[in-house]
């Protein structure tokens, strides 16, 4: 027990797999995928009178983050020319429209330039695209709703090589969309694409060319590639419906596999890494703390949640500080404390979230940590700095940046993932994208 609980109190990560500037936000959760910012400079507290925006741009539809790199902003979003859409969890809309990738000044918020393509859309909350751009080395690389993956040169725009999942690996369109953040490791692309024997697939990031496929399930999920280092080695974690996976990330082979099952299919979050020990959760109270091998890349389940314990996330990836899971639980919508350890709920708390006093499912709150601080994007458009601690939720400051223009269960929401970037925070809805200086004066 001793040893479980000082792994605990290591870092959230091991150290970060590549470095990038402390200024860029260059792929979903920042540069190493930890969820934290690392830039020095920033409000303790926000001034009275609110703080300051730089700028507001016109965007089209879309659940995707924005990311930035090189004085960019990148994003992916959905321009609607027919169709209506109806947030049905077991329904389809049909849409016609076009999905692009738009690239914005970080500073001015001016257009560089916009690539597009026509895309049919029919999927389950249809309001555009779903994962953010993953920028490296030059080049962006871009995943639509319903599959298409394109590589762009980053300064112009121009098209290095494109695929499309769908048609080329006989992948079936998930119901909620193509929704795993691409992952960009060395020399080699990582994407959750589906179909038989290529759940998980690695492309030469500079040709688009096929290096392995590797696994088959009944669904491919929606959960992003992840990359760990352990046992002296580096694995690429693989969470789909049926199991989470450790696969040696150059060959595919799978290293180990544990059985973890969502409901509905959605393997969704990250699992997160504590020391020898991953964190992994879902909607319909499954979640469990996987013990992995020090000696070689192997894995087995320390605990499983029970339905009154832990916490089960969707929308948001937890985070992890000081064996203290801070996650918003899908089913129950509030942000929630709980011990890694033993599973045992500390505190929650709806304010970060959907803000009312009661049960909201899916209620989300995107959590990014500062120094000793976090800032949240809530649901309802706002950016708030606070102390999250084993004791309890303590709000400092609260500023409101885009309206919700999307719906869930009756009430108003945006799902968008900000980028923290440039001392100032990066965050869309279905119509603008905002950047707000979080610069100390």
């Known amino acids: 027990m001793m040893k479980l609980l000082l792994s605990f109190m290591l870092p959230l990560l091991a150290l970060p797999l590549f470095k990038a500037s402390a200024a860029d936000w260059p792929q979903w959760l920042g540069p190493d995928r930890a969820s934290v910012w690392q830039e020095?400079?920033?409000?303790?507290?926000?001034?009275?009178?609110?703080?300051?925006?730089?700028?507001?741009?016109?965007?089209?539809?879309?659940?995707s983050g924005p990311a930035v790199a090189d004085g960019k902003v990148y994003v992916l979003d959905y321009e609607l020319k027919s169709g209506k859409i109806a947030n049905s969890p077991g329904s389809r809309s049909k849409l016609e429209g076009q999905e692009r990738v738009v690239c914005f000044d970080a500073d001015s918020g001016n257009v560089k330039w916009t690539y597009s393509?026509?895309?049919?859309?029919?999927?389950?909350?249809?309001?555009?695209?779903?994962?953010?751009?993953?920028?490296?080395?030059?080049?962006?690389?871009?995943?639509?709703?319903?599959?298409d993956l394109t590589c762009l040169d980053a300064e112009s725009g121009d098209v290095v090589w494109k695929k499309e999942h769908a048609k080329e690996y006989d992948a079936p369109t998930p119901i909620w969309g193509f929704a795993a953040h691409p992952l960009v490791e060395g020399n080699l692309l990582y994407c959750i694409v589906g179909g038989e024997g290529s759940v998980a697939v690695a492309f030469d990031k500079r040709t688009g060319k096929e290096v392995w496929?590797?696994?088959?399930?009944?669904?491919?999920?929606?959960?992003?590639?992840?990359?760990i280092e352990h046992a002296g080695?580096?694995?690429?974690?693989?969470?789909?419906?049926?199991?989470?996976?450790?696969?040696?990330?150059?060959?595919?082979?799978?290293?180990?596999?544990?059985?973890?099952?969502?409901?509905?299919?959605?393997?969704?979050?990250?699992?997160?890494?504590?020391?020898?020990?991953?964190?992994?959760?879902?909607?319909?109270?499954?979640?469990?703390l996987v013990k992995l091998d020090d000696g070689k890349p192997a894995a087995e389940i320390e605990w499983r949640g029970k339905s009154k314990d832990s916490v089960y996330c969707c929308n948001s990836t937890p985070h992890i500080v000081d064996g203290v899971i801070y996650g918003n639980d899908c089913q129950v919508g509030s942000l929630m404390a709980v011990r890694l350890d033993t599973a045992e709920r500390l505190w929650e708390t709806f304010k970060p979230?959907?803000?009312?006093?009661?049960?909201?499912?899916?209620g989300t709150a995107f959590i990014v940590r500062?120094?000793?601080?976090?800032?949240?994007?809530?649901?309802?458009?706002?950016?708030?700095?606070a102390n999250l601690s084993k004791d309890g939720y303590h709000e400092i400051s609260r500023f409101h940046v885009v309206d919700?223009?999307?719906?869930?269960?009756?009430?108003d929401v945006v799902w968008s993932h900000p980028a923290f970037a440039n001392k100032s925070v990066y965050a869309r809805n279905?119509?603008?994208?905002?950047?707000v200086s979080l610069a100390a004066e």
């Open 233 to 288: 080695v580096k694995q690429l974690l693989i969470w789909h419906p049926e199991a989470l996976n450790g696969l040696n990330p150059r060959t595919g082979e799978v290293y180990w596999s544990v059985d973890l099952k969502p409901a509905y299919g959605m393997s969704v979050t990250a699992p997160r890494k504590v020391g020898s020990y991953l964190y992994a959760s879902a909607i319909g109270s499954i979640g469990a």
């Open 117 to 147: 393509y026509n895309r049919e859309y029919e999927l389950s909350y249809a309001s555009g695209p779903r994962c953010t751009p993953t920028v490296n080395d030059g080049r962006v690389y871009a995943l639509g709703g319903h599959g």
């Open 353 to 362: 979230t959907s803000g009312g006093t009661r049960r909201a499912s899916h």
């Open 40 to 63: 020095r400079g920033i409000v303790e507290t926000f001034p009275a009178d609110g703080l300051n925006v730089k700028w507001r741009i016109p965007i089209g539809l879309g659940y």
């Open 404 to 411: 919700p223009t999307n719906e869930c269960f009756g009430r």
């Open 370 to 385: 500062h120094q000793d601080r976090f800032f949240l994007f809530s649901e309802t458009g706002d950016l708030i700095l």
């Open 213 to 227: 496929r590797a696994l088959s399930a009944n669904e491919q999920g929606y959960c992003p590639p992840t990359m």
């Open 430 to 435: 279905d119509k603008e994208l905002v950047c």
